[in-house]
C-alpha cells in the first residue's frame, strides 16, 4: 500500500500542468504559377482570424460569425475562413505576378493581424566544386 501511495504521488508531481499552449502553423507556397497561404489557430484566436479575414476581404464580418466564408477576387484570389478549424487561407493559381503580389500582401495583412513573423530566409544551395 506505501507503495502505491507513493507511485500514485510521484505520478501526481511529475504530471505537467495542464495549461493551453498558443499554437499557430502557417504554410506558404509561392512559385511562378501559383501562390497559398494557411493559417490553423487555436480557438481562443479565432477572434483575430475572423479580423484578419474582415480585413483582406473588405468585408463586415460579425465578431461572432462561426463556420465556413469562401470569398474570390475578380483576378482570382480565393480567400477562406472556417471557424471551426480554425483556419484561414488565401490561393491564387495563375501566372500573373501583380496578381501574386496582392495574394502576398494579403497574407502579409493576416500575418500581421496574427502577430506571425516571417518565415526565415530558406539556406542558400550547397556550394559544388
Known amino acids: 500500500m506505501k507503495y502505491l501511495l507513493l507511485t500514485f504521488g510521484l505520478f501526481l508531481a511529475a504530471a505537467p500542468a495542464t495549461a ?3 499554437t499557430t502553423i502557417t504554410t506558404e507556397v509561392e512559385t511562378n504559377k501559383k501562390f497559398t497561404f494557411s493559417a490553423i ?3 481562443d484566436r479565432i477572434p483575430e482570424l475572423i479580423e484578419a479575414f474582415a480585413e483582406i476581404t473588405d468585408s463586415d464580418v460579425h465578431p461572432d460569425f462561426r463556420g465556413p466564408w469562401t470569398k474570390e477576387t475578380t483576378e482570382g484570389i ?5 471557424t ?3 483556419k484561414i487561407s488565401i490561393k491564387y493559381r495563375g501566372e500573373d505576378k501583380s496578381v501574386i ?3 502576398v500582401e494579403k497574407a502579409n495583412v493576416v500575418r500581421r493581424i496574427l502577430g506571425i513573423d516571417d518565415a526565415p530566409a530558406p539556406p542558400p544551395p550547397p556550394i559544388t566544386n
Open 78 to 82: 480565393r480567400m477562406m475562413l472556417n
Open 20 to 22: 493551453q499552449s498558443k
Open 101 to 103: 503580389a496582392t495574394a
Open 84 to 86: 471551426e478549424r480554425g
Open 41 to 43: 489557430v487555436d480557438d
